[in-house]
């Protein structure tokens, strides 16, 4: 929950700010409080401050981060992608022991994201609402990406030493957690072994690959206003994407028919005529983010273990799907 908090309490919290920032918070009239998981996220007037840490107790490696944001908007910039918070400022601040945090600063959109929005919707107001995502998301996938990877950071050869790097990764730290069996952990690696030529890409495409309701902000009819969380965009699969986009979609009334209408729709703008293989990549990659997540959420301390149940169920009923 958001909370309201003072420049001095801020400056107690974080003393070591970037005097730019330090200038921001002194000047506000009113300062919202938004904690996440991953993020501390400052809303100023009109101005969200996000400052990025990285994640105990896990060595985890592939968080964009506020740099990485950064360059992928100015990347698709230059194709005139529109649906985009435009960032501000980007700052850096070293701590007494030379850790460095990461400070971003981007305009408040208008809206609220589509999985608070959804529910309330008429079934035509859901159509539109698809449409616009898709033809939104099939635009974003139409942008190059120099390289597979962060525009800003962690990089790979192809495409499938990604989907490969995190598989064999992940096992490792599933195996000593033991949040999956053996067995359980050896079907996946199968499964992704048999079906790695489907991983064979021509060229990166721009992705988000956090494409979920909750990043998406809608007007009250519906309307998609804008695509936030950017820290995370890389060259890589397009239907990563779509799958990330629909299987990470908050559990709220209308999602199915939400769901129906874009898989229609996105599958109209790329043409895809396969569309059992596009369903078979569709849920190996519902699969691979599952297991990618999965060491993260029972190492995070502020995770509770629902999280990681939720995660291990989805692993086992998308197992039982490709077996």
């Known amino acids: 929950m958001p909370s309201y908090i003072t420049a001095q309490e801020v400056f107690a919290l974080y003393p070591h700010l970037p005097s730019t920032l330090k200038t921001y918070f002194t000047r506000s009239v009113s300062i919202t409080f938004l904690d ?4 501390v996220v400052f809303l100023i007037d009109n101005v969200y401050i996000l ?14 981060g506020c740099s990485n944001f950064k360059a992928a908007v100015d990347h698709i910039d230059k194709y005139h992608f529109k ?9 850096q601040s070293k701590g007494p022991s030379g850790e460095l945090t990461e400070f971003l600063l981007y305009k408040q959109f208008p809206g609220q994201s589509l999985d608070i929005i959804l529910s309330t919707l008429s079934k035509s107001e859901i159509y539109n609402t698809a449409k616009q995502v898709a033809s939104i998301m099939y635009e974003l996938h139409q942008i190059p990406a120099p390289y597979y990877g962060f525009f800003s950071g962690q990089r790979f050869d192809s495409w ?11 096992s490792i730290y ?14 996946v690696r199968f499964l992704f072994k048999k079906h790695n030529s489907l991983f064979t890409l021509l060229h990166p495409s721009t992705i ?36 990330y986009a629909l299987e990470r979609g908050y559990k709220t009334k209308n999602l199915s028919i939400f ?61 039982m799907l490709l077996l």
């Open 160 to 170: 499938n030493a990604f989907i490969n790097y995190w598989i064999d990764k992940q």
């Open 83 to 91: 649906f985009h918070p435009n960032y501000l400022v980007l700052q």
């Open 208 to 243: 988000h690959l956090d494409f979920s309701s909750s990043n998406i902000l809608v007007d009250n009819r519906g309307n998609v206003n804008c695509i936030i969380d950017w820290d995370n965009a890389r060259g890589g699969d397009p239907i990563i994407d779509v799958s």
């Open 259 to 319: 769901v129906d209408y874009f898989l229609d729709e996105y599958l109209k703008h790329s043409g895809e005529n396969n569309r059992r293989e596009f369903m078979l990549k569709y849920r190996l990659y519902s699969l691979f983010y599952a297991y990618k997540l999965l060491p993260v959420h029972t190492a995070h301390i502020s995770n509770p273990r629902e999280n990681v149940n939720d995660l291990t169920r989805y692993i086992r009923k998308i197992l």
């Open 51 to 64: 400052r990025t840490r990285k994640i105990q107790l896990y060595e985890f490696d592939d968080i964009g």
């Open 174 to 187: 599933i195996q000593k957690n033991k949040t999956l069996s053996d067995e359980e952990i050896s079907k």
């Open 36 to 39: 996440g998981i991953q993020n």
